[in-house]
């Protein structure tokens, strides 16, 4: 569902979309509410809360700067959570089109995202997830069972690969 929320640091309304969950008062119905609501507020820079234009406090809560999932450049990359966490709709109601990879066809798959309490393996366009997340596993994912020893035991797998040497 389509809503408003104030920008304060940019001192207009701006509309986004309200998946149903959580949320704040920086959340109306209409630009018009939202504008005689929030007209006077703009934000203070030196601690990033939003106050009226006359110096008061404002009730209005500042937004918080939305993750973006295609630009992780904020978080060290670790490629066990932007890429082979499942795909994870939320309890939100939105439908918003997102990737995923997939590491047992090592491709991206499409999905609905409900809007909140999904994961970082959430893309916004099958390329982004593609470059993100192929080619970038460095090792095989050994089993949990054997993470920690060394060398790595794998009882599905024979000692030796067939026409293949053991040697180091």
Request: charged share 20%; aromatic share 12%; proline share 7%.
């Amino acid at each position: 569902m389509h809503r408003w929320w104030y920008n304060a640091t940019g001192g207009s309304c701006q509309q986004f979309v309200y998946g149903g969950c959580g949320g704040n008062n920086n959340n109306y119905l209409t630009k018009e509410e939202c504008l005689e609501k929030c007209a006077d507020v703009t934000e203070n820079t030196s601690d990033g809360l939003a106050t009226s234009r006359n110096g008061a406090d404002s009730s209005i809560p500042s937004v918080p700067r939305r993750q973006n999932f295609d630009d992780p450049s904020g978080d060290i990359f670790n490629y066990e959570e932007y890429c082979t966490a499942k795909a994870v709709t939320g309890p939100c109601r939105a439908s918003f089109p997102r990737w995923y990879f997939d590491t047992e066809k090592n491709s991206c798959d499409n999905f609905i995202y409900g809007g909140c309490w999904g994961n970082k393996n959430n893309y916004l366009s099958k390329e982004a997830c593609m470059s993100r997340c192929v080619g970038k596993q460095l090792y095989p994912v050994l089993p949990l069972s054997t993470k920690g020893k060394w060398p790595p035991t794998l009882p599905h797998l024979p000692a030796c690969l067939p026409k293949l040497s053991c040697g180091l």
